[in-house]
């Protein structure tokens, strides 16, 4: 497919991996060509059956596998849809090989990564790719699933047509990063059985996506067990997701950015320390936070951040030490947490007191003024 004029370096990938692969696959087709379905029409001149039918655009498929349907292939699959070369694809499940071979894409069923074919399953005992085994700048190691390989082929072009002509470069990988760090690897590491962390858990986790489309699913007691309309329906819901997450990153968490910078930058007018920030206006702070900390190369890290509350008070809130942690650089004082109003203020000799969280992430005041007090008192007591 073309690619968008917003795709980061690795806008590539597809014709690099392809081109590796294509020799090997071609020696196979000629060798055995019943088992193997033909190349994409830009990459080989044979005869296709139904050829006329196809280029007409009708009867176009994309193939994935029937039976008890999961989160990877009903993304796979929509996000193969959003695209304009997929969009009027037909959707069929199915195991029979002979099927899967008239499909021109097949994902999540096949027992082949071939990307010069357009199969992208990943269920083969040889296949162990990840975002950063087929992209080295990327990070992320987590084994890929049906809709990892897919988003890691054609995401760049998609969110670069859900952002529209001219978006801008940078935000375009911006959005692409956060969206598989996100969204898709937690798909890819729950359907490969990746577990978060060692160890039991202190609770379950049971209302992420892949568990909601898993219910979809029939019961074992209900008499109707089909599934086609409910995967449809599965389509329906993780793209709801992957637009929604898009949408974020784009339209609310980006533009962020540039607050937590400035406020960065005017941090010593705040507090000589360098310790707390003051935003003025509340926006997603923290993974701006931390990332922009070390491109400022700002070495005395930031432990608390003011900004006013829907009800024009102040909070203070701690800096927690990685972005999606419970724990926190430095909480507030221990023997303020849980106390509020005027027992607080008292406590602490600060007016204007209206609470500390009985964990000690947050505190607030009617003040900014107090606020910024609050903040400057949690650091002296902690030296």
Request: charged fraction near 35%; aromatic fraction near 6%; proline fraction near 5%.
């Given at each position: 497919p073309d690619r968008p004029t917003c795709a980061p370096p690795s806008h590539c990938l597809s014709d690099t991996i392809a081109l590796s692969r294509v020799f090997s696959l071609v020696s196979r087709r000629l060798a055995t060509p019943v088992l193997t379905s033909p190349l994409p029409r830009h990459m080989s001149k044979m005869s296709q059956p139904n050829?006329?039918?196809?280029?007409?655009?009708?009867?176009?498929?994309?193939?994935?596998?029937?039976?008890?349907?999961?989160?990877?292939?009903?993304?796979?699959?929509?996000?193969?849809?959003?695209?304009?070369?997929?969009?009027?694809?037909?959707?069929?499940?199915?195991?029979?090989?002979?099927?899967?071979?008239?499909?021109?894409v097949v994902v999540d069923v096949g027992g082949q990564y071939d990307p010069a074919a357009h199969r992208y399953d990943h269920h083969q005992r040889s296949f162990n790719e990840t975002m950063n085994s087929l992209v080295p700048e990327k990070p992320w190691v987590t084994k890929l699933s049906s809709a990892g390989l897919v988003y890691l082929h054609f995401g760049q072009d998609i969110i670069a047509n859900m952002l529209g002509d001219g978006a801008d470069k940078k935000l375009c990988g911006v959005v692409y990063d956060k969206v598989y760090q996100n969204l898709i690897e937690e798909i890819d590491a729950i359907d490969n059985g990746v577990s978060q962390f060692d160890g039991s858990p202190r609770y379950l986790m049971t209302t992420n996506l892949s568990s909601r489309v898993g219910r979809l699913n029939p019961s074992w007691n209900e008499e109707d067990q089909d599934t086609t309309k409910r995967f449809h329906k599965a389509m329906e819901m993780v793209g709801e997701e992957f637009e929604d997450r898009v949408r974020y990153y784009s339209q609310v968490w980006w533009?962020?950015?540039?607050?937590?910078?400035?406020?960065?930058?005017?941090?010593?007018?705040?507090?000589?320390?360098?310790?707390?920030?003051?935003?003025?206006?509340?926006?997603?702070?923290?993974?701006?936070?931390?990332?922009?900390?070390?491109?400022?190369?700002?070495d005395l890290s930031i432990k608390y951040v003011l900004y006013a509350d829907q009800n024009q008070n102040w909070r203070v809130q701690c800096v927690p030490v990685e972005s999606q942690s419970f724990q926190n650089r430095l909480s507030l004082p221990e023997q303020w947490r849980g106390i509020r109003d005027q027992e607080l203020s008292k406590l602490s000799g600060i007016d204007g007191c209206v609470f500390v969280h009985a964990s000690g992430f947050i505190g607030g005041n009617k003040t900014r003024e107090g606020a910024l007090l609050m903040a400057q008192k949690a650091l002296q007591m902690s030296k």
């Open positions: 050829k006329k039918m196809r280029e007409d655009g009708d009867g176009k498929q994309i193939g994935t596998h029937d039976g008890t349907f999961h989160c990877d292939e009903a993304l796979a699959c929509y996000l193969l849809k959003k695209l304009p070369q997929y969009r009027d694809f037909s959707i069929v499940r199915s195991r029979n090989p002979e099927v899967l071979a008239g499909c021109e533009p962020g950015r540039k607050l937590v910078q400035d406020a960065l930058k005017a941090r010593h007018a705040v507090d000589p320390s360098g310790e707390v920030i003051l935003m003025e206006q509340v926006c997603p702070w923290k993974e701006h936070l931390f990332e922009l900390e070390k491109e400022l190369d700002i």
